[in-house]
């Protein structure tokens, strides 16, 4: 067996010292060098394949106009909606802040003008209604001494307008008269250093005007209704402070007789707006400050 086996060994073809490897397809070689080359730039996120095996970079696709599929995945949905949704709360709270603020100035200002301590902040928004009265009252007190925040005039118009709960018509013929002398007491409060008086009950509240403390009224009735100037007075010069507004007869007749304010702490100008009050005759102003109209 092992003659044999020389035998067969030296049968074979010598090589001289050279190593005999196994042959290697040269295509095999070249299309995994290709593959390998791929994978490389693949892996290095540099280019991507079309069908035909050419490679081009992404830099000449973006400038081609081309977007690879698959480059806005679903994270990025997620934050532009998530984006989107805070800008809206965001908005929706400086809208809601702005209003709040803006209401916030505007009673503020109704408040220092009723309390006689004015100071406007920011230039207060005026109601619908504030336009109407001063309109209607402009040609009472002149355009001039509204423009003044504070003047007694423009005080009294912001209660009417903003701060007395009757709110008065004064287009209405039949409660203009009402509206004229709620408005001359205001004046008459505010000029007088009002919210200072000693006692000032229900003053400037929603109260009919007859019920303010000082306050005197009569009841007048028109005898003939053709004849605005025919008139009579039920009652004379009765203090209906403690009287109830249902007793009252709001808006029936009572007219403001007199203001008995004596040595009530009143300091100021008696202003001219006192002189619409037509059925006025009783005015006790004695031991206060006060100068002529």
């Given at each position: 067996?092992?003659?044999?086996?020389?035998?067969?060994?030296?049968?074979?073809?010598?090589?001289?010292?050279?190593?005999?490897?196994?042959?290697?397809?040269?295509?095999?070689?070249?299309?995994?060098?290709?593959?390998?080359?791929?994978?490389?730039?693949?892996?290095?996120?540099?280019?991507?394949?079309?069908?035909?095996?050419?490679?081009?970079?992404?830099?000449?696709?973006?400038?081609?106009?081309?977007?690879?599929?698959?480059?806005?995945?679903?994270?990025?949905?997620?934050?532009?909606?998530?984006?989107?949704?805070?800008?809206?709360?965001?908005?929706?709270?400086?809208?809601?802040?702005?209003?709040?603020?803006?209401?916030?100035?505007?009673?503020?200002?109704?408040?220092?003008?009723?309390?006689?301590?004015?100071?406007?902040?920011?230039?207060?928004?005026?109601?619908?209604?504030?336009?109407?009265?001063?309109?209607?009252?402009?040609?009472?007190?002149?355009?001039?001494?509204?423009?003044?925040?504070?003047?007694?005039?423009?005080?009294?118009?912001?209660?009417?307008?903003?701060?007395?709960?009757?709110?008065?018509?004064?287009?209405?013929?039949?409660?203009?008269?009402?509206?004229?002398?709620?408005?001359?007491?205001?004046?008459?409060?505010?000029?007088?250093?009002?919210?200072?008086?000693?006692?000032?009950?229900?003053?400037?509240?929603g109260r009919h005007e007859c019920g303010w403390l000082f306050v005197m009224c009569s009841d007048i009735k028109n005898g003939n209704?053709?004849?605005?100037?025919?008139?009579?007075?039920?009652?004379?010069?009765?203090?209906?402070?403690?009287?109830?507004?249902?007793?009252?007869g709001l808006g029936e007749g009572r007219r403001v007789t007199g203001l008995s304010l004596y040595?009530?702490?009143?300091?100021?100008?008696?202003?001219?707006?006192?002189?619409?009050?037509?059925?006025?005759?009783?005015?006790?102003?004695?031991?206060?400050?006060?100068?002529?109209?």
């Amino acid at each position: 067996a092992e003659d044999a086996a020389e035998e067969e060994a030296a049968s074979l073809p010598r090589t001289d010292g050279v190593e005999i490897v196994s042959a290697v397809d040269d295509d095999d070689e070249e299309e995994n060098d290709y593959i390998g080359e791929v994978e490389d730039e693949e892996l290095a996120g540099l280019a991507v394949s079309d069908r035909s095996g050419d490679f081009t970079p992404f830099d000449e696709l973006s400038s081609m106009g081309d977007t690879p599929t698959g480059i806005v995945t679903s994270r990025t949905k997620i934050r532009m909606f998530r984006g989107a949704w805070m800008s809206l709360a965001f908005f929706a709270v400086v809208y809601i802040v702005t209003q709040v603020a803006l209401q916030s100035v505007h009673w503020y200002n109704v408040w220092s003008s009723s309390s006689g301590d004015h100071v406007s902040l920011f230039g207060p928004r005026r109601s619908r209604r504030y336009t109407r009265l001063k309109a209607k009252l402009v040609h009472l007190s002149g355009k001039e001494i509204f423009e003044d925040e504070g003047s007694p005039q423009h005080k009294a118009l912001v209660y009417l307008a903003d701060g007395d709960s009757l709110s008065l018509d004064p287009y209405d013929q039949a409660a203009f008269p009402q509206f004229l002398q709620r408005y001359a007491l205001a004046v008459f409060y505010f000029s007088t250093n009002g919210p200072n008086w000693k006692e000032r009950t229900y003053w400037l509240t929603g109260r009919h005007e007859c019920g303010w403390l000082f306050v005197m009224c009569s009841d007048i009735k028109n005898g003939n209704t053709d004849n605005s100037n025919d008139r009579e007075f039920h009652s004379v010069d009765d203090d209906y402070s403690n009287t109830l507004d249902s007793e009252l007869g709001l808006g029936e007749g009572r007219r403001v007789t007199g203001l008995s304010l004596y040595g009530q702490g009143l300091k100021g100008t008696i202003p001219r707006e006192i002189g619409t009050l037509e059925f006025l005759h009783v005015l006790d102003l004695g031991d206060n400050n006060l100068k002529g109209i």
